[in-house]
């Protein structure tokens, strides 16, 4: 079973407890709204056609955020709706909407225990050309990638004069997941630690690290999926290497070859590799 159908039939079951629970009166309509990160997107989709045959009086509602997006909005009441399902990237994205709700609330910010529904792996992609030249043993190297974000151009690193500058691609670290996290796995790489804290952003080794990767990411997309999508469309010369889930990863695969005439490079990262198990949840309707 693909990572998809399980992630699909996991979210399906919790919305079908959910639909009895929210089951109107006859004639009268109810809606459920799920809030959950890009890479979700296409199997809520079939989810939610799905999801309005069995349940015809029930609506429900697909809203796609960042994960860090998922949880300031929802404090910070900046959703256009309310939700009744949260989806965010992991447990770690939930426990800080936890302690952020009671540092201004003594109430509980969701109606029961999360639930984990799926678990995928960051990993780094990269247009075949491009990957034999930064990681010619087909292996992940944090230091190589560093390497790259530094010189800055494919003609200081062994490529083609014509392939230009070195272009990292990663989600916005303030709105999405998976750019906090790959800047976390490369900051522990870089220090040399399994662990960081506020201070070990003060190392002058972070700084110069998190200098060279502002001068090679532009414009960075506000989630995962969104990102994936990008690096499709504007391809070799434009997007070199990417972070992005592994789930995916394989799920766009063939939209690549579609799109550019081959796929990606798949590279699972070294000894710094987490796992990304995604929750989801009921937040209290504060209403």
């Known amino acids: 079973m693909g990572i998809h159908t399980r992630t699909l039939t996991s979210i399906g079951i919790t919305l079908a407890s959910i639909g009895l629970t929210y089951t ?3 004639g009268a309509q109810q809606t459920i709204t799920v809030v959950s990160g890009s890479e979700l997107q296409a199997p809520l989709a079939v989810l939610e056609e799905r999801f309005e045959q069995e349940h015809p009086n029930i609506s429900l509602n697909i809203e796609i955020q960042g994960s860090q997006d998922i949880v300031n909005n929802y404090i910070d009441d900046r959703n256009d709706v309310t939700p009744t399902v949260l989806i965010p990237a992991n447990h770690l ?13 003594a109430d509980s910010p969701f109606y029961g225990k999360p639930q984990p529904i799926a678990q995928t792996y960051l990993v780094a992609i990269a247009w075949p050309q491009r990957g034999k030249i930064l990681f010619p043993k087909g292996q992940f190297q944090w230091d190589s990638l560093e390497t790259a974000v530094t010189k800055g151009n494919w003609s200081d690193l062994g490529g083609s004069v014509n392939w230009g500058s070195f272009d990292l691609v990663i989600t916005d670290p303030t709105r999405s997941n998976s750019g ?7 900051s522990q790489a870089k220090l040399g ?5 506020t ?16 001068r ?25 290497v990417a972070f992005v889930y592994e789930s995916i990863a394989l799920h766009r695969w063939n939209q690549a070859t579609t799109s550019q005439g081959e796929p990606y490079q798949i590279y ?17 309707d504060d209403n």
Do not use: H
């Not at 994205?93 to 609330?105: F, I, M, T």
């Open 180 to 186: 906090q996290l790959a800047l976390s796995l490369w």
């Open 199 to 214: 201070s070990s952003f003060n190392s002058p080794d972070l700084d110069a690290l998190f200098s060279a990767i502002k």
């Open 193 to 197: 630690t399994q662990a960081i804290n």
């Open 93 to 105: 994205v939930l426990d800080e909407l936890a302690e952020r709700w009671q540092a201004q609330s």
């Open 268 to 284: 699972y990262l070294d000894s710094t590799m987490a796992p990304i198990e995604r929750q989801l949840t009921c937040p209290v």
């Open 216 to 240: 090679s990411v532009y414009l960075p997309p506000r989630s995962t999926d969104v990102l994936l999508q990008e690096f499709i469309t504007r391809g070799p010369n434009n997007a070199d």
């Open 24 to 26: 109107p009166l006859p």
